[in-house]
């Protein structure tokens, strides 16, 4: 089993979430985060000042998948979120070791 974390920006959310379960994954966790990369912020005027912003928003989306469905849905995401400007985002994979489903105890690729 893997988890897939993806740091995107926010416009992409809806695109990734119906590129994700087009392929049938369904379930998906996603955060409202803060943060730069190369991007490094930027620069707004608001009322005459102008400030730097240093942490542009983003969503953190958090999928676990079966090892079979690991590159398509690296795949999907990355093809969803993708608009070839700087920004765009990361993708992370781990490897997890165990998951649980609390409700009925399932463990491993069941839980999912």
């Known amino acids: 089993m893997y988890k897939i974390e993806a740091y995107l920006r926010p416009a992409a959310l809806e695109k990734v979430q119906q590129?994700?379960?087009?392929?049938g994954i369904a379930?998906?966790?996603v955060l409202e985060v803060r943060?730069?990369?190369?991007q490094r912020g930027h620069r707004e005027v608001y009322r005459?000042?102008?400030?730097?912003?240093?942490f542009v928003p983003k969503i953190k989306i958090e999928v676990a998948v079966k090892e079979a469905d690991k590159q398509a849905a690296i795949d999907a995401i990355v093809g969803a979120a993708k608009t070839g400007q700087t920004g765009d985002g990361k993708v992370l994979v781990s490897?997890?070791?165990?998951?649980v489903r609390v409700r009925t105890g399932e463990t491993g690729d069941s839980a999912l």
């Open 27 to 29: 379930g998906m966790s």
């Open 95 to 99: 490897v997890v070791e165990e998951a």
């Open 48 to 54: 005459g000042a102008e400030y730097t912003v240093d």
């Open 35 to 38: 943060g730069f990369g190369r």
């Open 19 to 23: 590129a994700l379960a087009g392929i």
